[in-house]
């Protein structure tokens, strides 16, 4: 791709704009700010403080369409095998149609019997056992949603083995009055099962290994392997192969999103996805709101040569987001080879970080402003809270919008350097309504296709994950030296064999 004649217009394109500051571009065009916008159903997207115009605009679509980003984008709402690498479909679009394929329905029906059985069963918590993908989603969701939820239910997440987040996840409950949601698809993945079995055992221990297996359900490609362990096959529901871990919130993944805010607004949560995934078919680019993300993205990463961006919600319901897109983003685009198996030939993946305004402003927005490095911004704001404190909410947004003023503009120069603001730092401010379950269906769904569009313009499959597997196959053979059931691997480096050592020699002096 970075050899036709759309990337090679913008390479020099870029070199025009070299110099040339965001207050310039203002006092250009005094209808920048309203111009270079685009919005959908409450979702408004303004790009005007990015380092680019209207004919930057217009080459990324061109580029776009070099790359058949459209046929792609029909493809993959359509379920054709877009993941080369596995040959199958990445088709979560399905999940959020409003006239889903039969075993869809089925699902969903299934899910809101089992939810509102839980939510009148008289169960204290439900806990989501789950890493990744089929942590990630739900947890970001449940915390999102939580005006919505049920205030008389505990829903808590478990993914790390560290043995400290069970205790600080089960404490305070009533093991007897705890549901627990295995999420795995081969019901085999190492962290999931460990929590799995102590879950298991701590709920035996109140009400005997017999009856343990009513307090679990899952969520599983195998679900012989659930029934194996004690699950009721009523409480079992299933996963696809054609739907990723990172994509999978609209799947029965989400379970545990639903038992909390109830089916209704599950429900509304998808169409909102369904609506994003519609606009990403049919709008022009320039009105695409995901589109333009991903592209402007690309614009960022390769034309600019900033390899990172922070993503940085304004809404402390949004705590967990930056995380969530993060996996979304690293995951899909952290590759190397395009998905022909060639090189990629230009920077791919952009580091993904952040955490809720304003706490990050005490933190690390010292770097933002007058750090080395330029860093892309991309603002989440709300226009109405879920709380009744306005004059909260009115703070909190005022330092949105000043930050990222601030980036853009800099300050006048005072003559101390210490005291001085460039500016000339792009931002991107996505702005909602409200934060409701359709517009968080919104939001998830403009940053999968965002993805989607930089995947398509360096042409690398963003659906699959190989790169997580080398480290967990490494470590189930370094698993088995420290319990003593394998011995050491001669083969190994002398510094992972004098680690491993070093800690088995501590382990046994502390249990002595």
Same mark, same amino acid.
């Given at each position: 791709m970075h050899d036709t004649g759309e990337w090679q217009a913008l390479s020099a394109h870029r070199e025009a704009l070299d110099g040339v500051h965001l207050r310039d571009l203002f006092d250009r065009d005094p209808q920048r700010g309203e111009r270079l916008v685009a919005e959908t159903d409450g979702l408004l997207v303004d790009?005007?403080?990015? /380092?680019?115009?209207?004919? +930057? !605009?217009?080459?990324?679509a061109a580029l776009a369409d070099r790359t058949g980003l459209r046929h792609r984008i029909e493809a993959m709402l359509d379920g054709e095998p877009v993941n080369t690498t596995e040959n199958r479909p990445a088709w979560h679009a399905a999940l959020r149609r409003p006239d889903p394929p039969p075993e869809i329905r089925q699902q969903l029906d299934h899910m809101a019997g089992f939810a509102a059985d839980v939510r009148g069963g008289g169960w204290q918590a439900v806990v989501n056992i789950g890493i990744g993908g089929s942590d990630l989603g739900p947890a970001m969701a449940t915390s999102a949603l939580a005006a919505y939820a049920d205030a008389d239910l505990d829903v808590r997440f478990l993914s790390n083995v560290d043995g400290a987040h069970f205790g600080a996840t089960t404490r305070g409950l009533d093991p007897a009055r705890t549901l627990f949601i295995v999420v795995s698809k +081969? =019901? +085999?993945?190492?962290?999931?099962?460990?929590? #799995?079995?102590?879950? /298991?055992? *701590?709920v035996a221990d109140a009400v005997g290994l017999e009856k343990a297996g009513g307090n679990f359900a899952a969520v599983t490609a195998s679900p012989d392997k659930a029934r194996e362990f004690g699950i009721d096959a009523?409480? !079992? =529901?299933?996963?696809?192969? *054609?739907?990723?871990?990172?994509?999978?919130?609209a799947s029965a993944v989400g379970l545990s999103l639903m038992i909390?805010?109830?089916?209704?607004? =599950?429900?509304?949560?998808?169409?909102?996805? @369904?609506?994003?995934?519609? @606009?990403?078919r049919t709008a022009p680019w320039e009105e695409n709101l995901p589109a333009l993300l991903g592209l402007i993205s690309i614009w960022n990463r390769n034309f600019w040569d900033w390899p990172t961006y922070g993503l940085?919600?304004?809404?402390?319901?949004?705590?967990?987001?930056?995380a969530y897109i993060q996996q979304l983003d690293m995951e899909s685009s952290g590759k190397s080879v395009r998905a022909d198996g060639t090189p990629a030939g230009v920077g791919t993946g952009p580091v993904v970080w952040g955490q809720p305004g304003t706490n990050g402003q005490h933190a690390f927005h010292q770097l933002l402003h007058q750090g080395t490095d330029i860093v892309p911004v991309e603002f989440v704001g709300f226009c109405r809270p879920n709380h009744p404190h306005i004059e909260h909410h009115d703070l909190l947004m005022a330092n949105l919008f000043a930050q990222a003023e601030a980036l853009a503009f800099g300050a006048p120069d005072t003559g101390d350097p210490h005291?001085? =603001?460039? %500016?000339?730092?792009?931002?991107?401010?996505?702005?909602?309504d409200q934060l409701t379950p359709r517009s968080l269906g919104q939001?998830?769904? $403009?940053?999968? @296709? &965002? !993805?989607?569009?930089?995947?398509?313009v360096w042409g690398i499959n963003p659906f699959d994950q190989w %790169?997580?597997? $080398? %480290? &967990?196959?490494? #470590?189930s053979g370094i698993a088995a030296e420290l319990t003593g059931a394998a011995t050491p691997d001669p083969t190994r480096d002398s510094s992972t064999q004098s680690l491993i050592n070093r800690y088995v020699a501590c382990r046994r002096g502390v249990t002595r």
């Open positions: 790009y005007s403080k990015n /380092r680019l115009t209207d004919e +930057t !605009v217009a080459m990324l +081969t =019901f +085999t993945t190492t962290e999931t099962l460990a929590n #799995a079995i102590t879950a /298991r055992a *701590w009523n409480a !079992v =529901f299933a996963m696809w192969d *054609w739907v990723g871990g990172r994509y999978s919130l909390a805010v109830g089916p209704d607004d =599950f429900a509304d949560m998808l169409a909102g996805m @369904h609506y994003i995934d519609e @606009h990403y940085l919600p304004y809404a402390q319901e949004l705590a967990l987001f930056p005291r001085s =603001f460039p %500016g000339n730092r792009p931002s991107t401010v996505v702005l909602a939001l998830v769904a $403009l940053y999968e @296709h &965002k !993805v989607f569009t930089q995947a398509t %790169g997580v597997e $080398l %480290g &967990k196959t490494l #470590a």
